[in-house]
């Protein structure tokens, strides 16, 4: 059974950290581009960013260009997002997710979805 289960949201006040993970199993993780997607309630689903299979290259969403630095580990089959300078508009669910393709992702090109992490930034 294929499984994406996402760690490390939290609650933050603007201007700090937080290092999200994404621990994936049932399929073969080197084999897909990872992404991370980001989700408001009443807006949609946003990607944020992705990697390459091999860990690289590397794509951002403009909004979090220079803040946020996505890595994976193969021999883990973990992806993860570091995320720096976190400003309000940074609050969302944020969710993991295996794709065919990369660079910016629709979502309807996702293969397998996380459950989703909450990631909160106070002003």
């Known amino acids: 059974q294929v499984q994406l289960v996402e760690s490390g949201g939290g609650s933050v006040q603007a201007g700090g950290s937080l290092r999200l993970s994404c621990a994936a199993s049932?399929?073969?993780?080197?084999?897909?581009?990872m992404a991370w997607f980001r989700q408001v309630p009443g807006k949609e689903r946003e990607w944020v960013a992705s990697?390459?299979?091999?860990?690289?290259?590397?794509y951002y969403a403009d909004s979090v260009k220079g803040r946020f630095t996505v890595s994976r580990d193969n021999a883990k089959n973990t992806l993860y997002l570091a995320m720096n300078s976190l400003k309000p508009e940074d609050t969302a669910m944020y969710y993991c997710?295996?794709?065919?393709?990369?660079?910016?992702?629709?979502?309807?090109?996702?293969?397998?979805w996380g459950q989703g992490t909450q990631v909160t930034v106070s002003s």
């Open positions: 997710a295996a794709v065919s393709v990369c660079g910016p992702i629709d979502v309807d090109r996702v293969r397998y």
């Open positions: 990697v390459w299979l091999t860990g690289v290259p590397i």
């Open positions: 049932g399929y073969p993780f080197s084999a897909y581009c």
